[in-house]
């Protein structure tokens, strides 16, 4: 499991340094098989700086290059020779000087050095996004806003998510260290004892209560089978915007691993890394009826998955369903026609407790092995049911729009009983 050093500061006051943070962590339980430095952008952009083309020419002996002379404010202009179609006179680009290092995307990092091309001394490079880590993007250079100062280091204008990823080996026995907010909590009761002077304070997200801005469709779920799942909590939102999530969301899912998709989905994920609770948004206009029925189906019925394959039921399957069918392996995966895409205006957001050992029978019959299915088959929290749901329903309100039809509707036909676990004071303090 992967836990961001920025993310946990969201919601934890520390500032240990990355060695001493993880030697706490697997005090805790929780141990740190590594510490890995991550950078958005490989190298920072060191050495990289703002210039702006002050003249361009026709190379003598080539007829794709072209001879620049480029304003670095540090005297007289630089001579660069330039192979992009897009180079004009007063464009800010970036510049790359003799001795500088860059990190080209899916390639080597190298030295930049002054070379003669076509017998033509060229004195740096003018570089296109994917050839400094700024983007895929290599038709052009990079043309950077005009109220970027020649000369100015680059890195002082582009903001780089720079963080420290600790590798956890977590042990089945604590699933509820499977998300930021859990890795936050231990360390901030481990700090109030061994750390009091720090005065750590947690500061977890403030979810609202959901409620219902407009006329809509309003879902009746239906849990069929309650020995296979014991919570499901769901809301309708209509009228979202689906578009690229905000560079924050983005950094925090790259940080991890995780690559962005729309700001929907990415909510999900950062919640499910947040809380430790699997979510799942379905196109509501997809969804056959208003009701939403949890059961299982007969045996080798078929169902589509959202990778296209066509998969056999088995009767174990839990599945999420609508009036005329599967939508949904509970806890595991989606269906074809389950999931947002860019046209999706209305969803069903749902956040559900899944019986352990029937989410990890499921994803290991259908070879389906998910985020979302590792966190219900090691025991996720029934009581995270709801707020996960409430945090995930504010954020899209938020980054797209959208009102919900309901207030949160909850199943929750037999609630499971807290445990109760008695000790000694004496045990107590031989633990700490």
Known sequence: ??????????????????????????DLGLEVEGIDAYEKIPGNLEGLIVGEVMSVAKHPNADKLTLTEVDINNGEPLKIICGAPNVVVGQKVVVAQPGTTIFPKGDKPFKIKKAKIRGVESFGMLCAED???????????????DEYLNGKAL????????????????????????????????????????????????????????????????????IENEEKCYRYAGVGI???????????????????????????????????????????????????GDDVIIKTLK???????????????DTDDLIICDSKGGMCIAGVYGGLNSGVTESTKNIF??????EASTVRRSSQRHNLRTDAAVRFEKGADADVTVSALKRAAGLIKQLAGGKPTSEVIDRYPKAIPNKIIEFSLDYLNKMT
């Not at 005065?199 to 879902?219: A, C, I, Q, Y």
């Not at 019925?301 to 990778?307: A, V």
């Not at 957001?349 to 899944?354: D, G, I, N, R, T």
């Open 1 to 26: 499991m992967q836990i961001s050093y920025n993310w946990l500061k969201r919601y934890i006051n520390i500032d240990f340094k990355p060695e001493i943070l993880g030697e706490m962590l697997t």
């Open 131 to 145: 050839e400094v880590g700024l983007g895929e993007g290599h038709e052009g250079i990079v043309e950077l806003p």
């Open 155 to 222: 890195n002082t204008y582009i903001n780089n998510n720079i963080d420290h990823i600790f590798e956890i080996g977590l042990t089945p026995n604590r699933a509820d260290a499977m998300s930021h907010i859990g890795v936050a909590q231990d360390i901030y009761a481990y700090c109030s004892y061994h750390y009091p002077e720090k005065k750590l304070k947690l500061n977890l997200p403030e979810t609202e209560e959901v409620k219902k801005e407009k006329d809509g469709r309003s879902f009746n779920i239906k």
């Open 238 to 288: 209509e009228g979202i915007s689906v578009s690229e999530s905000p560079e924050w969301l983005q950094d925090a899912l790259l940080s991890i691993g995780l690559r962005p998709i729309n700001n929907i989905v990415d909510i999900t994920n950062y919640v499910l890394w947040e809380y430790g609770q699997a979510l799942h948004a379905f196109d509501a206009d997809n969804i056959k």
């Open 299 to 313: 045996q080798d019925s078929p169902f589509i998955t959202l990778d296209g394959d066509e998969r056999k039921l």
């Open 349 to 354: 957001l749902e956040s559900a407790y899944f």
